[in-house]
């Protein structure tokens, strides 16, 4: 408990030290999934290539939802440790686990029986329509699997330990590497291999957590009979999780819309955006990490009472991945070819990709308020903002400019994706002016006071 203890020691140091795994699982995690692209990509064609990309962000955007809502179980858990109440945090973690069980068996009645509808909303290319429906079918029927995988990362992110969701999700990156190889390679399973190897590849880093979380000391307590439905516990995590979960949907809605757009136009196109939307996983990484340790470690110094400690995380947090996000700007506007690359063998597809990058790269400059912004939000629970000022940016501003500049721009795949990056300068906008409100009403969260 004293090396996960946020509340006390050299700020950035501890921010660094908690979030570096945090960025190493999310970059296997994104490696993860570029694994399936990169072996359809080489061993199969542009049909099923567009299936894994409209249908993995189909599947993503549901699993998106299930880690933005588990961010309730993450900073519940987080409070709780920081108040010095780990018998609350058992109650939360218990409950968090009926709740999510009951969430990955509701998500599978949706996608399985659903798989051909979600696929005919997406405007699927005619070419690649029973491949995708077929790729969101499998992973669909591994929801509950998904679920699970996410969850355990959330809980021990919550209790400040990232390292177990790393081993986690570097078994996972090695199995799913395996069964890609397996069934797309070897067996020519194309995209319906590369769903199944998902899904296996995560039943597997499932089981291996079980066995390492039984052997591993909590800071608290933690039995059976923990597991069961705490109303209290339920609340807080539905309020702090809600929000957040329903941002990240109407989010993810948003860019789904951008995808069906870019379907309309061939399956070229379709087939360069998913090897494009593969690429902003990693060129995003260091600031989405920093989203997601920034909640962990502000939530804990909320709840100690060190609001002050929490606003300077922020500041370094920002400092740090602005650094990182000058260099992808660079390297993803002037040779994104050779990041696309790496994924596609097609030349029109690989170009197709970098001019929607370009837009990319700009929204590398972005991403380091708001990603820091959110998670500190999210930490001081002011989740209800960071749902409202995602809203207004996925529907004030993304999916408008991408249907004028679909219109106007003739196809341009770069004026398309310059619709990201608009929304993100009015959500700091939404983000700043927030933290200016909070500092003039000298809040609870920046005085130390706890509510």
């Known amino acids: 408990m004293e090396n996960n203890n946020f509340a006390e020691g050299a700020i950035l140091p501890k921010l660094l ?41 189909i599947v993503m955007t549901l699993t998106n939802i299930l880690v933005s809502f588990s961010m309730g179980i993450t900073v519940s858990v987080g409070q ?36 051909e509808i ?32 996410n969850l355990l990362g959330s809980i021990f992110r919550g209790l400040g330990d990232s390292t177990t969701p790393l081993i986690a999700v570097g078994i996972a990156c090695i199995f799913n590497v395996i069964g890609d190889l397996l ?17 296996l590849a995560q039943l597997i880093s499932v089981l291996l957590s079980l066995v390492m979380i039984r052997k591993k000391k909590l ?39 951008m995808l069906a757009i870019v379907n309309k136009t061939g399956l070229s196109a379709s087939a360069g955006v998913g090897v494009a939307e593969k690429v902003c996983a990693f060129i995003m990484l260091v600031p989405a990490a920093f989203m997601q340790s920034m909640s962990a470690f502000v939530a804990q110094n909320h709840g100690a009472g060190r609001p ?27 040779r ?48 209800t903002f960071v749902m409202i000022q995602g809203i207004c940016g996925a529907f004030c501003v993304r999916i408008p400019v991408a249907f ?4 106007f721009g003739k196809g341009s795949l770069f004026l398309i994706g310059l619709a990201t990056p608009c929304s993100t300068v009015l959500q700091i906008t939404m983000c700043f002016i927030m933290y200016i409100h909070l500092s003039r009403q000298k809040t609870p969260v920046l005085t130390g006071r706890c509510p």
Not at 183 to 199: C, E, H, I, R, Y
Request: glycine content about 10%; hydrophobic content about 50%; charged content about 15%.
């Open 80 to 115: 709780k440790i920081g108040q010095s109440r780990p018998k609350d945090a058992a109650r939360t973690i218990g409950t968090g686990l009926i709740i999510f069980a009951v969430t990955g068996l509701l998500l599978t009645a949706v996608s399985v029986p659903g798989a």
């Open 183 to 199: 069934f797309v390679a070897v067996f020519d399973l194309g995209s319906s291999g590369a769903a199944l190897a998902t899904v």
């Open 308 to 334: 002050d400690r929490a606003v300077q995380a922020l500041k370094a947090g920002i400092a740090v991945s602005f650094a990182f996000g000058a260099v992808m700007f660079l390297v993803t506007f002037f």
């Open 336 to 383: 994104g070819d050779l990041l696309a690359g790496v994924f596609s063998n097609d030349h029109e597809a690989v170009i197709n990709a970098w001019e929607y990058l370009k837009a990319y790269a700009i929204d590398c400059l972005l991403t380091c308020f708001l990603f820091c912004f959110i998670g500190y939000y999210n930490g001081i629970q002011k989740t």
């Open 118 to 149: 979600l696929a005919k909303i997406m405007q699927a290319p005619e070419e690649a329509f029973s491949l995708t429906a077929g790729y969101i079918r499998i992973c669909g029927g591994g929801f509950i699997i998904i679920t699970a995988y």
């Open 219 to 257: 800071p608290f307590e933690f039995h059976r009979t923990d597991i069961r439905f705490n109303r209290t516990s339920a609340k807080a995590i539905f309020r702090i999780g809600t929000p957040i979960g329903l941002q990240d949907l109407l989010v993810g809605v948003s860019f789904l819309v």
């Open 404 to 407: 004028i500049m679909e219109h």
């Open 17 to 57: 030290k908690f979030m570096l795994p945090v960025l190493f699982a999310m970059f296997l995690q994104s490696l993860y999934g570029a694994v399936d692209l990169l072996v359809v990509g080489r061993f199969s064609d542009n049909a099923a290539v567009s299936a894994v990309s409209t249908g993995s962000q």
